[in-house]
């Protein structure tokens, strides 16, 4: 998130409008730290998820594998250790999946607005969707940490720019689209489950906010609810 500097608005057309949930930008990868030999207390739980013989016992295979993800993602420590916060990731994106193609299935995000983009923080995902149809997504988002917590609520797009700078983080927001305050869509070079979150925005890949760019306008309505994990 960030306030306003404005370098140009040039709306980008971009084609096709299903995109897997699993599609994300990883992280860049962390320096190489030592393996733990220790067993973590969700073990197994990690060893199922990344396809290794579960037997809640530390490998060396299984060290790699579980740094291998932490370092893809950004978490830390990146010592292998089959921790919270690793199995939380993993959790989580075993929730994601399991949305498939009808992520609206509650109703909880309003189907009398016409195009609108929702963003359920609970699972970290967000979709547009005209009245009932789906648009596009889901897709994973990375929304506002504890401390930032991107707001809920019926908000609006108020204001758009392509080439967005925060002047308060001093970082590119790219595909920047403002509903709320500081608080906007916008592309970021990380991995969607990169921990703890944003500082309010919706974090996006590049494909996902590029998409929307193009799906939405100013104007169109957004709708934030639930509560994400850790806040």
Request: aromatic share 8%.
């Amino acid at each position: 998130m960030g306030d306003i500097r404005r370098r140009g608005a040039v709306a980008l057309g971009v084609t096709g409008l299903v995109a897997p949930l699993t599609l994300a930008l990883g992280a860049a990868p962390a320096q190489a730290a030592s393996c733990t030999t220790q067993a973590g207390p969700y073990q197994k739980q990690v060893e199922k998820f990344l396809g290794r013989p579960v037997d809640g016992r530390q490998s060396t295979a299984d060290c790699r594998a579980i740094q291998a993800f932490q370092n893809k993602h950004g978490i830390t420590p990146n010592i292998g250790y089959a921790g919270p916060v690793t199995w939380g990731v993993m959790d989580l994106m075993n929730k994601q999946k399991a949305v498939g193609s009808d992520p609206n299935k509650a109703g909880k995000c309003p189907t009398d607005k016409g195009r609108i983009a929702c963003v359920n923080l609970t699972l970290q995902i967000s979709w547009i969707q005209d009245g009932s149809r789906l648009v596009y997504g889901p897709v994973p988002v990375r929304t506002g940490r504890n401390g930032y917590e991107t707001r809920t609520g019926l908000k609006k797009i108020y204001w758009r720019d392509i080439d967005h700078v925060s002047t308060i983080y001093n970082v590119p927001m790219p595909y920047s689209q403002f509903f709320d305050g500081g608080q906007a869509f916008h592309s970021v070079n990380l991995s969607m489950w990169n921990p703890p979150g944003s500082h309010g925005c919706v974090n996006m890949t590049t494909t996902t906010a590029k998409k929307y760019w193009s799906l939405l306008k100013n104007g169109d309505d957004v709708f934030v609810y639930g509560r994400k994990p850790g806040t």
